[in-house]
C-alpha cells in the first residue's frame, strides 16, 4: 500500500504530513511525500528550503514509516505533480492539507486542493490544518 502527500512548509502541509503519517502507520503503507515548485523555488513559500526537509525526513524515520521524499522543480503546478505521482506509484490514498480561502482567493489563485480532489486516480484524504496553527 501507497500513500502519497502534498507537503508544503506552512501549517497546512504539517497537518497533512502528520495525518499522512498516522494512516501510514494504520494501513503499514509507504509514504510518499511530495513538494513541488513551478520553477520559482527560491521564492515560492511552498517550496521547502533543504533544512525543512532534513527535519521532516528526521521525523519520518522516528515515526519508523517507509518513505520518500520528492521535491520537484520542472515547470509544473504542484497539483498535477501531486496526481502524477500518485498515478506513477500507484497510490491507494493521496493526503493533502487545506486551509480557508475566500471566493475571491480561489479565483484569482486557483485551488490546488481542488485540483488534486477532482484529479487524483485515487481517494484524497483532506485535513485542516488547526486554527491556532502559525
Same mark, same amino acid.
Given at each position: ?7 508544503? *512548509?506552512? *501549517? ?7 495525518c499522512a503519517v498516522d494512516e501510514a502507520k494504520l494501513r503499514e503503507?509507504?509514504? $510518499? ?20 526537509? %532534513? ?22 503546478? *504542484?497539483?498535477? %505533480? ?8 500507484? =497510490? ?28 487524483? *486516480?485515487?481517494?484524497?484524504?483532506? $485535513?485542516? =490544518?488547526?486554527?491556532?496553527? =502559525?
Amino acid at each position: 500500500m501507497t500513500i502519497v502527500v502534498g507537503y508544503v *512548509p506552512k *501549517p497546512e502541509g504539517r497537518a497533512g504530513l502528520q495525518c499522512a503519517v498516522d494512516e501510514a502507520k494504520l494501513r503499514e503503507a509507504r509514504l $510518499v511525500v511530495v513538494n513541488a515548485s513551478r520553477g520559482d523555488a527560491y521564492v515560492d513559500a511552498g517550496y521547502a528550503a533543504m533544512q525543512d526537509v %532534513e527535519i521532516v525526513k528526521s521525523e519520518l524515520s522516528s515515526a519508523g514509516v517507509e518513505f520518500d521524499f520528492r521535491q520537484l522543480v520542472r515547470g509544473r503546478e *504542484p497539483a498535477e %505533480e501531486v496526481v502524477d505521482v500518485a498515478e506513477e506509484v500507484d =497510490a491507494d490514498l493521496v493526503v493533502i492539507g487545506m486551509r480557508r480561502r475566500s471566493a475571491v482567493g480561489k479565483f484569482i489563485l486557483g485551488s490546488t486542493a481542488q485540483r488534486i480532489l477532482l484529479d487524483a *486516480p485515487c481517494p484524497v484524504l483532506a $485535513v485542516k =490544518a488547526s486554527s491556532g496553527a =502559525a
